[in-house]
């Protein structure tokens, strides 16, 4: 994040989707890193996930895979408030600028909420894909879905995934995405990258 964001310094915030909130590695990793930089701009992240058990579980900060973390994440895990059934948010103020970040964690069916809930006009500069894999996620891999995703970005709206597969590349090709494979140094030895023609 720290380094995609390299081209966005000059702008006044920055929106992120989090495709699959999960243990909130891929959340709590922006977050972080937008807290140690320099605070040159707003942070808005907006996160998906369908799984209610496993977000009350990552709110209490107090879960088995949480023993391990940083006092850092388990307080950024803490205090949402609920706005309505299925919508939390928690507000953070960066240590030197004072600039804001917020952080919206959607709860149901991810098409929904950003066919219902998210105004088209809403656009997103960075969106990170990890809803677990195709075989248990169908709907948020197909086609369908990176269409969807199409109309949430614009001209330069980075994408990352650890999914390589051609039928990722297919949909995203055919939604005018450009899209390059590369290395990580993860178990996953590649990723996929792709940036809004």
């Not at 590695?25 to 040159?40: D, H, K, M, R, V």
């Not at 997103?124 to 949430?152: G, V």
């Not at 051609?166 to 792709?194: A, M, P």
Request: proline fraction near 4%.
């Amino acid at each position: 994040f720290r380094a995609l964001c390299q081209k966005s310094l000059k702008t006044d915030s920055v929106k992120v989707c989090d495709v699959g909130l999960g243990l909130g590695y891929n959340a709590l990793s922006t977050l972080e890193t937008w807290l140690l930089g320099e605070g040159s701009f707003e942070l808005e992240l907006v996160s998906l996930e369908n799984d209610t058990d496993l977000f009350s579980s990552l709110r209490s900060s107090c879960a088995s895979w949480q023993e391990d973390w940083h006092e850092v994440w388990r307080d950024l895990s803490r205090d949402f408030e609920e706005l309505k059934p299925g919508l939390f948010e928690k507000e953070l103020a960066h240590p030197t600028s004072g600039k804001k970040a917020i952080w919206k964690v959607y709860l149901g069916d991810a098409v929904s909420s950003l066919t219902k809930t998210l105004s088209i006009p809403f656009s997103f500069d960075f969106i990170w894909q990890d809803p677990f894999s195709p075989k248990t996620s169908p709907a948020l891999w197909d086609k369908n879905w990176f269409t969807l995703l199409s109309k949430h970005s614009n001209p330069g709206t980075v994408l990352m995934t650890y999914s390589v597969s051609g039928n990722v590349r297919s949909s995203l090709s055919e939604n005018d995405w450009s899209w390059q494979k590369i290395q990580t140094t993860t178990k996953k030895k590649q990723w996929l990258k792709s940036v809004k023609n």
